[in-house]
């Protein structure tokens, strides 16, 4: 049944992107935060499919660590879900991403107009100039920078090498960290095909102040938090005991 929901959804993404793609590019005269508006709405409609089709819900521990203002994002990356998933969760955001990303067709085309960080990895110190240039005007319009320290999704139980983007951009700019762990490798894993119905739990940790800390002491104690924070939530090994209020998914949060 999971492999027939999953079918679905698939055929009805691959029919619903490409014109929902040319209606984004359409957009590309208005401000960045209304094109971000227009590309979410594909976001909300994913969503909803996962829910309603595969059966795919989320609940979230620690909601009320979101700041007011904006902040940097290092999340556990183990899904294309939590792609997904963080727009819902926190207020419009632009990701740090590798420029290649940007040439895929349709989905590429789609995700350039949400003003990405786009950068090229291989480019060493210059990659970290560009994220703390592009990230101080991304934070001055009011956006939140999504970062996948580990630069890449990983299976359920592995830890990929934390990079050092993310905190680098914190000590640049000011910005407080919210490290976010999550178990939505255990549903939907990397290359997977098929979704597994379930709810995932998504924990936001406390704001860290990179103020007079340096980005390797930041990026160590992120990655301990996520790493130890993603196992205590594990399905694989035990029943989770919140030691935070759960807000349970509606399938939509304030903007």
Known sequence: MAMLRSLIYTLLQAVITPPYALFTLACFPLSAHR???VTYGWTRLMLFMLRTIC???YRVIGQENIPDCPSIILS???SAWETLALQQIFPPQVWVLKKELLRIPFFGWGL???NPIAIDRSAGKAALEQIVE???????QKFWIVVFPEGT???????GKYRIG???LAAHTGASIVPVAHNAGEFWGKNSFVKNPGVITVSVGKPINPDGIEPAVLIAQVEAWIEAETQRISTYNH???PSAPVVASTGEQEK
Not at 134 to 140: A, D, F, T
Not at 153 to 159: D, E, N, Q, W, Y
Request: proline share 6%; glycine share 12%; charged share 30%.
């Open 76 to 78: 556990k990356h183990q």
């Open 166 to 168: 993310g905190a680098w």
């Open 134 to 140: 592009q990230g101080r005007e991304r934070l001055r």
């Open 55 to 57: 059966g795919l819900h």
């Open 239 to 241: 029943h989770i005991a």
């Open 35 to 37: 094109r971000y508006r």
């Open 153 to 159: 999704r990983v299976p359920p139980g592995s830890k």
């Open 112 to 114: 350039a107009m949400t």
